[in-house]
């Protein structure tokens, strides 16, 4: 059990590291400043996937949004405030009263009950309920990925969001909150 506060910790690991790995150039600078040691080495994306799994169908997401056409905003993340779907819920509501065609897929486990309520009747007095599907948990998010249009992002403090590394290994524009070490 460590009892230094979170600068000190950080400095800790430093200096008895040999290698520091950082997620962006943001991270790096943030945490380590001018790495004075040169110890530190941002890797992008570390994560290798077999061509078979990348290679998986694409998710019919049409069946999902009958009514409604436009590019479909995934934002895959576990239903919690601090997830930010209600920005997502938002801004949606909103281009669709400014006459952008829009779609918005919610997908992930519902981890606080009353912020999902509070979600439904938001996209219900919306008056646009067609242009927004929610879909649990899903096993394999790739094929879902690969159907959408654009990924987002809105944590209010997260490091780095693994999704953000597999929609980009797919090549997906990405929208996220300028936090952490998404940045």
Same mark, same amino acid.
Not at 17 to 30: F, G, P, R, W, Y
Not at 103 to 110: A, M
Not at 144 to 151: A, H, Q, W, Y
């Given at each position: 059990?460590?009892?230094?506060?979170?600068?000190?910790?950080?400095?800790?690991?430093?200096? +008895?590291?040999?290698?520091?790995? /950082?997620? +962006?150039?943001?991270? %790096? %600078?943030?945490?380590?400043?001018?790495?004075?040691?040169?110890?530190?080495?941002?890797?992008? @994306?570390?994560?290798?996937?077999?061509?078979?799994?990348? &290679?998986?169908?694409?998710?019919?997401?049409?069946?999902?949004?009958?009514?409604?056409?436009?590019?479909?905003?995934?934002?895959?993340? +576990?239903?919690?405030?601090? *997830?930010?779907?209600?920005?997502?819920?938002?801004?949606?509501? +909103?281009? =669709? *009263? &400014?006459?952008?065609?829009? &779609?918005?897929?919610?997908?992930?486990?519902? =981890?606080?009950?009353?912020?999902?309520?509070?979600?439904?009747?938001?996209?219900?007095?919306?008056?646009?309920?067609?242009?927004?599907?929610? =879909?649990?948990?899903?096993?394999?998010?790739?094929?879902?990925? %690969?159907?959408?249009? /654009?990924?987002? @992002? @809105?944590? %209010?403090?997260?490091?780095?969001? &693994?999704?953000?590394?597999?929609?980009?290994? =797919?090549?997906?524009?990405?929208?996220?909150?300028?936090?952490?070490?998404?940045?």
């Amino acid at each position: 059990i460590f009892d230094f506060k979170f600068r000190e910790s950080i400095d800790a690991f430093y200096s +008895t590291s040999d290698i520091v790995l /950082c997620v +962006t150039q943001d991270v %790096k %600078k943030e945490l380590f400043g001018d790495d004075i040691f040169d110890k530190c080495a941002v890797i992008y @994306s570390g994560i290798e996937l077999e061509d078979d799994y990348i &290679r998986k169908d694409v998710a019919n997401l049409e069946k999902h949004f009958p009514n409604s056409d436009g590019p479909i905003f995934c934002i895959p993340a +576990t239903i919690q405030p601090g *997830k930010g779907q209600v920005d997502l819920v938002n801004a949606v509501v +909103t281009l =669709l *009263k &400014r006459g952008v065609q829009v &779609r918005c897929l919610l997908v992930g486990s519902i =981890l606080d009950h009353d912020y999902f309520m509070e979600l439904n009747e938001l996209i219900s007095v919306s008056g646009y309920a067609d242009h927004f599907c929610y =879909l649990s948990f899903v096993d394999d998010i790739y094929s879902i990925l %690969k159907g959408i249009d /654009c990924v987002v @992002s @809105s944590s %209010k403090n997260e490091a780095l969001g &693994r999704v953000l590394i597999e929609a980009s290994l =797919l090549g997906k524009p990405i929208i996220y909150t300028n936090k952490g070490g998404s940045k």
